[in-house]
């Protein structure tokens, strides 16, 4: 019997310490991330500068104008939530009322409540409950949206970051955005696998662009990150095109291109779903050739397949990978782009390509309203 009893208070415990549980995070603050966090400070003290900005004015209404009930209301936009802004907003309304038959309305002369200064406070209370429902919704606090876009924008950057190659190996990458923005659909994840000796990389365009593609490219990101150098390399676009089909997104679709680079030889392969073609110079001849894979674009169809190209970079060899913002306009076609590209390219040929991808976007596409991305490898002579 006592065992038996035991065993019915269990569950009863275990409750306890659930709801235990939850009371110590409400006040760790998870619910004012959430939303849901108690304002009670930043609201006692915006209502105490109601009252203080209406004695001003009734005192002195020509250095304070009752236009100035707009910025509390503007600060409770930024720092309550909606049901509290409206305490505020009764507030500010009663003031508008003392001041009017303080001060007489419509009046000539300084301080005087205008139908005009009615409706910009009017106007600041609707652009703060506007601001207020949008924090409510997204869950963030005002003061550290920022600081949650500045973390979201470097963990894309540190996911991006490439290995160091041996001696007599070059690699860079650069990128630029649409519309100068700080997030981009383009990324590049990279590895250096089979105890070094085989660099992985994978440059990837994510269907929209810029904000709109940001949130998309670093989910992508980090999951092609693990995936990358955790399966052979035929097994990499497969993962990743099943990956994308799971998600479910209305624009679910990317292209992208898959290096496996032998370190020892120069040996490579490349895998490529939907993507622009690689572009390679060979030093013996001086000239470019295009290294197009097959495969289609990530996202469509289940069961896919990607068929490898192969190739071998020889000392003083450069390999260009890109995406379509880099070669493609709506006033030209991607063979223009191509041909524009390697012609920039072809200055570099005797000083070197350190440094170069971010000159030759420049140079091909510096007012285009796409993301731009290119990845430069190159082989010493």
């Known amino acids: 019997m006592a065992r038996r009893a035991g065993a019915d208070t269990y569950p009863a415990r275990l409750r306890k310490s659930v709801h235990r549980a939850r009371v110590a995070l409400r006040k760790s603050g998870v619910d004012y991330f959430r939303g849901d966090g108690a304002d009670w400070i930043a609201l ?14 009734l005192l002195e209404p020509l250095w304070f104008s009752p236009a100035a009930l707009g910025l509390p209301i503007v600060a409770g936009g930024l720092l309550l939530r909606p049901a509290s802004l409206l305490g505020l907003y009764s507030a500010a309304a009663a003031a508008l009322i003392v001041e009017s038959l303080g001060l007489g309305p419509y009046q000539d002369g300084p301080g005087t409540v205008t139908p005009g200064i009615v409706l910009v406070v009017a106007a600041c209370g609707l652009f703060g409950l506007v601001l207020a429902q949008f924090r409510a919704r997204v869950g963030v606090p005002w003061r550290r949206g920022s600081t949650m876009l500045f973390d979201l924008r470097e963990r894309i950057r540190v996911q991006s970051a490439l290995p160091r190659l041996p001696q ?26 089979n105890g070094g000796r085989t660099m992985e990389t994978v440059l990837t365009d994510v269907s929209g662009k810029g904000m709109d593609a940001g949130s998309r490219a670093l989910l992508l990101s980090g999951a092609f990150g693990g995936l990358l150098g955790s399966l052979p390399p035929h097994g990499f676009l497969p993962a990743a095109n099943g990956y ?26 490349l895998f490529s779903a939907g993507h622009p073609p690689a572009l390679q110079l060979h030093s013996g001849s001086g000239r470019w050739e295009e290294k197009a894979a097959e495969g289609p674009l990530l996202g469509v169809y289940d069961g896919a397949q990607f068929d490898a190209v192969k190739g071998s970079l020889g000392p003083g060899d450069v390999l260009m990978l890109f995406t379509d913002g880099l070669v493609e306009a709506s006033d030209r076609d991607i063979e223009e ?18 440094g170069a991808a971010w000159h030759l976007i420049e140079a091909c596409a510096k007012d285009v309203n796409d993301d731009r991305a290119l990845l430069l490898l190159s082989r010493s002579a």
């Open 168 to 193: 007599g190996w070059h690699c860079e990458m650069a990128l630029r955005p649409a519309g100068g923005q700080s997030f981009s659909g383009d990324f590049v994840v990279a590895a250096c696998t």
């Open 337 to 354: 782009g191509i041909d524009r590209l390697t012609g920039e390219a072809d200055r570099y040929v005797a000083t070197g390509f350190e």
């Open 244 to 269: 994308l089909l799971r998600q479910d997104w209305d624009e679910g679709f990317a292209t992208s291109i898959h290096l496996v680079l032998d370190l020892e030889s120069g040996d490579y392969e």
């Open 44 to 57: 006692a003290g915006l209502l105490l500068t109601v009252p203080a900005i209406t004695c001003a004015t």
